[in-house]
């Protein structure tokens, strides 16, 4: 993400957050798990400084973003968390419009012990779940499931080779930098096959054409006369150093300058090493804990517009948000994520309001046969247990390594977000624009596919995740 987004005013090299509209009446406090508790106060927490820096209560200016003041960041609404950082700004709506339009993308190899499968609604409009195309899967390295596939979306994949090991029906374009075997099995695709290799496998059913290299084998029954055009299918995820948004040094800035002194009894250490059944409640706001970990059951209660910022990793047996009404939550993880239970970030007909962010390079699921929430981390394996796991929402990882089969709901309205965001001053890729068109340096219309960020496509002048698939 190389471009420069909302508020170019902003003038410290700091990431702050806005996140999403709230109530700021009185709000509940920490408890369980040793925590003290108290009554809440909607205080601000200090003066604004030309709308970039706050007080942290003894007097030091520091960055909060959003204005400054709790007040003021809980009077305020749209996506929005607020990332400065190396002189750029950039809201985390359209962060979100980039890292999660696909309901997977992998920076390294999706290598599983059983089988994928994708479909996608819009809990944004009011959608059930449903058959809808958009559920698309993007993987940079190897692509290997050992089981069937079955995709309500696109197949992007940047890796030297596609091993399908059982029946695969893919409901978009499929493009592979390098081989596809699917030696014994069935392989049908509604678009374009790309292969910049060979194709060798039982049988191929396209409703497009077959694009390979010049003197590339082509060997499955059924597969049409190939044009002999391919060029290199080039990574779909974003996994550049300089495109990661470092989500430690965020947690570490914020350890030092949040709100938790603006309410009554709020306690940093409450959940170190919380008991079976203790819960936080969380209010509008930016908090950190200085842990979350411990035996049992988890539950964080938000009651408004929230971020909350980890130190350290995350250790559960069960973890479980719970949203009011019109409340929000972006979780910042410094290290890794290990659940052994239960994940259920918000709820799973809703999974678009819950955003956790996670710096550690595990995401370790192993007891959890339901998911739900939006996961972005770029360094990490996710591991799952072998009787598989359903996750509502979507994941941008470093690799997926499943013992069982995996399926995904993608919500599509969490890329909505990226529309709330002000326009950026300018752009050099569908990138800067989360997603959109970028025409001679500003976000705009599109004209052809090609304008947009796969595996958006142009639709009426705007890039759009696809169509229903009956």
């Not at 007040?71 to 607020?82: A, D, H, K, R």
């Not at 790309?194 to 049988?203: E, R």
């Not at 599109?446 to 304008?451: E, F, I, N, R, V």
Request: proline share 5%; hydrophobic share 35%.
């Amino acid at each position: 993400m190389s471009s420069r987004f909302a508020r170019p005013s902003a003038r410290l090299a700091l990431f702050a957050l806005l996140l999403s509209a709230c109530d700021c009446g009185s709000s509940p406090t920490p408890s369980g798990g040793g925590g003290s508790s108290g009554t809440s106060t909607d205080a601000s927490i200090g003066t604004l400084d030309g709308g970039d820096a706050a007080s942290n209560g003894s007097g030091a200016v520091v960055p909060m973003g959003d204005g400054g003041t709790r007040t003021e960041y809980c009077e305020g609404s749209g996506p929005p968390v607020l990332v400065e950082g190396d002189g750029r700004t950039l809201c985390t709506g359209q962060l979100a419009g980039t890292v999660f339009r696909r309901a997977i993308c992998t920076c390294g190899p999706f290598s599983a012990n059983g089988g994928l499968r994708t479909r996608s609604f819009d809990s944004a409009v009011g959608m059930s779940m449903d058959l809808a195309g958009g559920a698309s899967v993007g993987v940079n390295g190897l692509f290997n499931p050992n089981g069937a596939v079955d995709l309500g979306g696109s197949l992007e994949i940047g890796g030297s080779q596609a091993v399908l090991n059982g029946d695969t029906s893919v409901h978009g374009k499929l493009a592979v930098d390098g081989e596809i075997s699917f030696a014994g099995k069935a392989l049908v695709v509604d678009g374009d096959v790309v292969a910049n290799g060979k194709v060798q496998g039982g049988s191929l059913s396209t409703t497009g054409a077959l694009h390979v290299p010049p003197g590339a084998v082509v060997s499955a029954a059924g597969a049409p006369t190939p044009v002999y055009d391919a060029t290199p299918v080039a990574d779909p995820c974003e996994c550049g150093a300089s495109t990661f948004l470092d989500v430690a040094a965020l947690v570490r800035t914020y350890a030092e300058h949040n709100d938790d002194a603006s309410v009554t009894g709020w306690n940093p250490g409450v959940a170190t090493n919380f008991s079976d059944g203790d819960s936080l409640d969380v209010p509008c706001g930016r908090f950190h804990l200085e842990g979350l970990a411990g035996t049992g059951a988890f539950t964080i209660r938000v009651h408004g517009r929230a971020a909350l910022f980890v130190e350290g990793s995350v250790n559960v047996g069960s973890l479980s948000v719970v949203l009011d009404p019109g409340a929000e939550l972006d979780l910042f993880v410094e290290g890794s994520v290990t659940a052994i239970s239960t994940l259920m970030l918000g709820s799973s007909d809703a999974p678009r309001k819950v955003r956790l962010y996670v710096g550690g390079t595990t995401l370790n699921l192993q007891g959890a046969s339901v998911a739900a929430g939006n996961v972005y981390a770029p360094h990490a394996n996710l591991t799952t247990g072998g009787s598989g796991l359903v996750l509502h929402g979507s994941l941008f990882v470093g690799s997926v390594n499943p013992n069982g089969d995996l399926e995904i709901h993608y919500d599509r309205g969490v890329t909505a977000s990226a529309s709330e965001c002000e326009p950026p001053q300018g752009c050099t890729s569908c990138l800067d624009c989360g997603g959109q068109a970028c025409n001679a340096g500003a976000c705009g219309s599109c004209a052809t596919d090609a304008d947009c960020c796969s595996p958006y496509v142009c639709r009426q002048g705007s890039c759009t995740l696809g169509v229903a698939i009956e």
